[in-house]
């Protein structure tokens, strides 16, 4: 069994700042004991994407890079472009996102870097556990690391059903080649009974894969890459994936964090944010309102279990009210949200010993009430 440390989202007190959950929750989950003196720490943080406003603020890195500094580590920040859904000119993009968004190397305590490098194909390949991939590209700010805290927040994916822990190590951490891997052969379904003609589908594909027909759109199996852009703008709903693609790109994630996992030999540590828990993931240019209230934030050196422990307390929580999807405490959210069974994600990670579905979950008091 795995043991994940949580902190409430809320202070009832004004000493137990942000920068005091984050830091009792470091000590907790014995972050420090990863961190070589002078040695290269990656702190991989979902810093792209545009136009969603839920998404983690600057400070939330600059106190975790903090942690590393003082426990004697070299931090880098870190993220991937993605050249799925921007393949004219991701880095560009990336710069421009980062700092729209407030995060620099004066707001985050550290230098921020593009982990898969300016071109996006800067990394290694590393061998992965499973029969799915046959090894993956690592981008080199990951591979180079010797210790990596991966900083997710939490939210639904359409395909993997949790955007966390697994899928930060398992696709985020990769080359746009690594990724693109990942998205082979999975082909979005149209529903033409649903389809309103609108076209947005056709316009954001960044492929050229879709051509409007007049009754819908028609998909180009050969240009299309499975990014699942077009199914993100669909207003309709009429656009998804079957359940054996989903699967396919889940084992696919799983398989790839072991490489990363291989990489950074174990020293891997997860803080899980899980507020503003919105349907789609950060790197969406919008989503839908959140699916529950706060909840907190957890910390844990096995991403399995801290996935686990995100799933089941987003069920158990009270959903916000909403008019297409009434969530009560108990339904498993993320499923219903976004289609995608986050569990088998979690049963195929386990299974790879990525981490164990087991965990612990243990509280660490608010500051002033003595440690855990
Ligand atoms: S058709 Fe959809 S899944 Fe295929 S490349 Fe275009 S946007 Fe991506
Ligand atoms: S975005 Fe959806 S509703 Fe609009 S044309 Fe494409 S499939 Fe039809």
Known sequence: MSRVFWTAAWSKNLSDTLWAKISNLWDAAGFSEMIAPGRLVAIKAPLGGIGSHYYLRPLVIRAITEKVIAAGGQPVITDTTNTL????????????????KGYSANSCGAPLVIANGYAGEDGMLVPTTGAELGGIEVAQAIYEAEAIIVVTHV??????????????????????????????????????????????????????ALISNGTGPRLLPDCCKGCIRCLAYCPQRAITVCDSHKRLFQRRVAEAATAVQRTARGK??????????????????????PLVVDIGFLASQDPVAADSASVSLIQAAQGFPRDFLPIKEGVEKFALATGADPWFLLDVAAGLGLGKKDYELLEVPEEGKGNA
Do not use: M
Request: with cysteine; glycine share 12%; proline share 9%.
């Open 155 to 208: 939210t639904g994916h359409p395909l993997a059903g949790i955007s966390g822990a697994v899928t930060a190590l398992g696709s985020e951490c990769l080359t746009s080649s690594g990724r693109r891997r990942l998205h082979e052969g999975i082909k979005p379904i149209f529903k033409g009974e649903l389809c309103n003609h609108c076209g947005l589908c056709v316009a954001n594909c960044p492929w050229g």
């Open 268 to 289: 891997i540590g997860i803080f899980s944010f899980l507020v503003d828990i919105t349907p789609q993931p950060d790197c969406y240019p919008s989503s839908g309102p």
């Open 85 to 100: 859904w921007n393949r004219e000119n991701p880095s560009f993009s990336w710069h421009e996102e980062v700092a729209v």
